[in-house]
T-cell receptor, first 110, second 112 residues
Framework: QKEVEQNSGPLSVPEGAIASLNCTYS??????FFWYRQYSGKSPELIMF????GDKEDGRFTAQLNKASQYVSLLIRDSQPSDSATYLC??????????FGKGTSLLVTP | EPEVTQTPSHQVTQMGQEVILRCVPI?????FYWYRQILGQKVEFLVS????????KSEIFDDQFSVERPDGSNFTLKIRSTKLEDSAMYFC??????????FGPGTRLTVT
């Protein structure tokens, strides 16, 4: 069974701090890695994706990938209360299907 | 901004009945997906559709499920004989590339 694991949280950070969200995956054949944000009762929104080892930055978001450790993370700089949501890590192998984790709930407190 | 739309927003049906969930993907997108999320659980892949055919399906997507793109704009998911465990939020997604980039708002299916 191919697993994508995330700490369910909630992860609580003060406004302006860096939020660090982590994800591990079991399938070494995984090729691409995604972070989605899901507000309660809403659909997932793609934040960013990463294919290669290292860091990828997009605005306040940085995705980090370490394939050797089978680990992907998302950093959110200058966290805002509007960032409070569930963050879903998703992993794709060679096909079309994304395998999602259960998500980490983030709470940014003013 | 273009968006994926889904109808109905909520569907209640009795066990054993057929349901059709409808999606209008963003025009000029090539890749279409159905995912579902049972309350409190993770988002699960059902099926992907490209070039007018299924490109991949999951174990969940058994003979009770089918997809169609009947008229070049709509994308439908049919469940032939619903079960209680089919109760979930069903999300359609579309994209220009092999990344489900744009999700619709979802259809909440309740099977009683």
């Amino acid at each position: 069974q191919k697993e994508v694991e995330q700490n369910s949280g909630p992860l609580s950070v003060p406004e302006g701090a860096i939020a660090s969200l982590n994800c591990t995956y079991s399938d070494r054949g995984s090729q691409s890695f995604f972070w989605y944000r899901q507000y309660s009762g809403k659909s997932p929104e793609l934040i960013m994706f990463i294919y290669s080892n290292g860091d990828k930055e997009d605005g306040r978001f940085t995705a980090q990938l370490n394939k050797a450790s089978q680990y992907v993370s998302l950093l959110i700089r200058d966290s805002q209360p509007s960032d409070s949501a569930t963050y879903l890590c998703a992993v794709r192998g060679s096909g079309y299907a994304l395998n999602f984790g259960k998500g980490t709930s983030l709470l940014v407190t003013p | 901004e273009p968006e994926v739309t889904q109808t109905p927003s909520h569907q209640v049906t009795q066990m054993g009945q057929e349901v059709i969930l409808r999606c209008v993907p963003i025009s000029n997108h090539l890749y279409f997906y159905w995912y579902r999320q049972i309350l409190g659980q993770k988002v699960e892949f059902l099926v992907s559709f490209y070039n007018n055919e299924i490109s991949e399906k999951s174990e969940i997507f058994d003979d009770q499920f089918s997809v169609e793109r009947p008229d070049g704009s709509n994308f439908t998911l049919k469940i032939r004989s619903t079960k209680l465990e089919d109760s979930a939020m069903y999300f359609c997604a579309s994209s220009e590339e092999v990344v489900p980039r744009y999700f619709g708002p979802g259809t909440r299916l309740t099977v009683t």
